[in-house]
């Protein structure tokens, strides 16, 4: 196999002081198996990396997070491949591990979202003073859930070697071809999100329709290399997309 660069996956520098360097894109001449067990195996390092620092900056729960979805979008692109019992146990395991966070981010990004909405405004500022000590108060509380005595950064790590160690696991047809059944079915489930999301009109429905392009939008970035036509349009115009709709 002949890539553009080392496509082994370095040892995760848990105790380093800089994030673990990822490449989350397939190289140019890199085996499509390899590259995508090399990119989650990527992401799991560096979801590993941030997890255990939590305690250190909300800037961490979210970058754990965003490698979850990652993760999770390249499981939609090797699906058929490695069968749905491994994707569904892969893809369940990291779901749950996210979810374990969800609650400190979602703290976190109800105070983010209201000083974004004050934005410098004296006036507005002093009548949500008391929501604002509210929300930090339940930030403080989700905070002191996830990185106390509870031990769940151990379990989330723990968890993120089993995810590994079954990665490295993985095998692929000679036939294998991302760019085609994995590619499809996430942008079918995309146009199916969109026509539920505009016949129901609900939040649930929309946000469901977000999720799905995410995922694409992460699919395109990793296949880069192996599609025709405008890539960082394309990226640019699902990522303002997923935007708008969040």
């Known amino acids: 196999m002949t890539t553009d660069s080392d496509s082994s996956p370095s040892p995760d520098p848990v105790d380093s002081g800089q994030p673990p360097v990822v490449r ?3 190289g140019v001449d890199e085996d499509a198996g390899d590259g995508l067990r090399r990119i989650v195996i990527e992401q799991i390092g560096l979801a590993s990396w ?7 900056g ?8 965003k490698s979850t979805k990652r993760i999770r979008a ?5 699906r058929a491949a490695i069968g749905p019992e491994m994707y569904r146990q892969a893809n369940t395991a990291v779901r749950d591990m996210a ?13 983010e979202t209201l000083e974004d909405l ?3 405004d004296t006036l507005l500022q002093g009548s949500v003073d008391d929501l604002l000590e509210r929300l930090a108060t339940d930030a403080t509380r989700s905070h002191d859930l996830v990185v106390g005595d509870t031990g769940l950064i151990d379990v989330v ?6 995810v590994r160690g079954a990665v490295e696991q993985w095998s692929f047809p000679d036939d294998f071809d991302p760019t085609s059944m994995g590619l ?5 489930r995309g146009r199916r999100g969109m026509a539920r999301a505009y016949g129901e009109g609900t939040v649930e429905s929309f946000h469901r329709w977000r999720k799905e392009v995410k995922y694409l939008r992460h699919q395109i970035e990793v296949l880069r290399w192996a599609l025709s036509g405008p890539e960082p349009t394309l990226v640019a115009t699902l990522e303002e997309l997923g935007d708008g709709l969040g």
């Open 74 to 78: 390249v499981l939609r692109l090797v």
């Open 184 to 188: 499809q079915r996430t942008y079918g």
């Open 157 to 162: 790590a723990d968890r993120l070697v089993v």
């Open 50 to 56: 941030h997890v255990q620092r939590v305690g250190d």
């Open 24 to 26: 989350f894109a397939l």
């Open 118 to 120: 004050i934005d410098g």
């Open 58 to 65: 909300p800037g961490h729960v979210h970058e754990f997070r």
């Open 99 to 111: 979810r374990e966070l969800s609650g400190l981010r979602t703290a976190i990004v109800r105070i």
